[in-house]
């Protein structure tokens, strides 16, 4: 009580000082941005109060599966790591990996950490997998395949452990509720984001291939389901930025690949890379495209 409190009378000395600042012609823009802002307020706030539906079946299923596959992959690891390093090889520890890698198996460091050590982290052992691409020298690679599989299902067990943690119990046994915030200024690009915990921008099934070597990032998404009875609709803009963007800037073949009703990224690419059809564009070809699309809309 005391802290809510304290809250509340600190939220007030701020708009009181703030208040104070959009009097200020220089700060005319910004008093409108508020003022555009709080209209919204009550519509987040039901969509806050309404909250986000989880089957707690499947995720701790998910959750399970994930305990298995981490410790599956982190014996291997220590299996390869005790051969040069004796038994008590920890694949947790920083030094420990950085002895196996730089001078056991000899890999060029690639990366210094701030405390002027070789780096472990997610970026360099990857760059470490490309690096070793067709050598004959096979337990560094498989090493660092262990390694940076478990590091990335104990990224998506830390997830699900964060929805474990704040999802609260309905009527129903084998469903539950996250109440994330919602957070209206979150972001730089005016989109909101969602914290405590991260309700949007779940991660999808996909499997990376670095250098001749899979690396699987499972699928969140799975947990997220209307309870019994109930559907999810998903709403979104067909490509509304762009749409404008083609307008203000008058490009008449945008306007008109718009009205024909194709894929715009595919439509860029396929000029980008002088090919004709979608079935000619690749996934990157079209992702490049797409970062060339927003990076001219929004510089």
Same mark, same amino acid.
């Given at each position: 009580?005391?802290?809510?409190?304290?809250? !509340?009378?600190?939220? &007030? *000395? $701020?708009?009181? @000082? #703030?208040?104070? =600042?959009?009097?200020?012609?220089?700060?005319?823009?910004?008093?409108?941005?508020? !003022?555009?802002?709080? &209209? *919204? $307020?009550?519509? @987040? #706030?039901?969509? =806050?109060?309404?909250?986000?539906?989880?089957?707690?079946?499947?995720?701790?299923?998910?959750?399970?599966?994930?305990?298995?596959?981490?410790?599956?992959?982190?014996?291997?690891?220590?299996?390869?790591?005790?051969?040069?390093?004796?038994?008590?090889?920890?694949?947790?520890?920083?030094?420990?990996?950085?002895?196996?890698?730089?001078d056991?198996?000899?890999?060029?460091?690639?990366?210094?950490?701030?405390a002027?050590?070789?780096?472990?982290?997610?970026?360099?052992?990857?760059?470490?997998?490309?690096?070793?691409?067709?050598?004959?020298?096979?337990?560094?690679?498989?090493?660092?395949?262990?390694?940076?599989?478990?590091?990335?299902?104990?990224?998506?067990?830390?997830?699900l452990?964060?929805?474990?943690?704040?999802?609260?119990?309905?009527?129903?046994?084998?469903?539950?509720k996250?109440?994330?915030?919602?957070?209206?200024?979150?972001?730089?690009?005016?989109?909101?984001?969602?914290?405590n915990?991260?309700?949007?921008?779940?991660?999808?099934?996909?499997?990376?291939?670095?250098?001749?070597?899979?690396?699987?990032?499972?699928?969140?998404?799975?947990?997220?389901?209307?309870?019994?009875?109930?559907?999810w609709?998903?709403?979104?803009?067909?490509?509304l930025?762009?749409?404008?963007?083609?307008?203000?800037?008058?490009?008449?073949?945008?306007?008109?690949?718009?009205?024909?009703?194709?894929?715009?990224?595919?439509?860029?690419?396929?000029?980008?890379?002088n090919?004709?059809?979608?079935?000619?564009?690749?996934?990157?070809?079209?992702?490049?495209?797409?970062?060339?699309?927003?990076?001219?809309?929004?510089?």
């Amino acid at each position: 009580q005391e802290y809510a409190c304290g809250d !509340v009378e600190r939220t &007030i *000395l $701020l708009w009181e @000082f #703030f208040l104070e =600042q959009f009097a200020k012609p220089e700060f005319e823009s910004n008093y409108k941005c508020y !003022v555009r802002e709080k &209209i *919204l $307020l009550p519509t @987040f #706030f039901r969509q =806050q109060s309404k909250g986000i539906t989880v089957n707690t079946l499947t995720l701790n299923a998910t959750e399970q599966q994930l305990e298995k596959s981490i410790a599956l992959h982190r014996s291997k690891a220590i299996r390869i790591g005790k051969q040069y390093l004796g038994k008590d090889f920890n694949p947790e520890s920083g030094d420990q990996t950085c002895k196996l890698l730089y001078d056991v198996f000899d890999l060029p460091i690639l990366k210094y950490t701030k405390a002027n050590k070789p780096s472990t982290n997610r970026d360099t052992l990857e760059k470490l997998l490309v690096e070793t691409h067709g050598s004959s020298i096979f337990k560094p690679r498989k090493y660092i395949k262990e390694i940076l599989l478990s590091r990335v299902h104990q990224s998506s067990l830390r997830y699900l452990q964060a929805y474990s943690r704040y999802a609260l119990p309905t009527e129903l046994p084998s469903h539950a509720k996250l109440y994330s915030s919602i957070n209206q200024t979150g972001t730089s690009t005016t989109r909101v984001s969602m914290s405590n915990p991260n309700g949007q921008n779940i991660s999808g099934q996909k499997v990376r291939d670095i250098a001749g070597i899979e690396l699987e990032v499972p699928s969140l998404r799975q947990i997220f389901a209307p309870p019994p009875g109930k559907v999810w609709y998903s709403i979104d803009y067909s490509q509304l930025e762009l749409r404008i963007f083609s307008v203000v800037a008058n490009d008449k073949k945008l306007m008109a690949a718009f009205d024909r009703g194709e894929d715009i990224h595919n439509f860029v690419a396929e000029n980008m890379f002088n090919k004709k059809g979608k079935a000619n564009i690749s996934k990157e070809q079209r992702t490049i495209a797409k970062m060339v699309n927003f990076r001219i809309t929004y510089g």
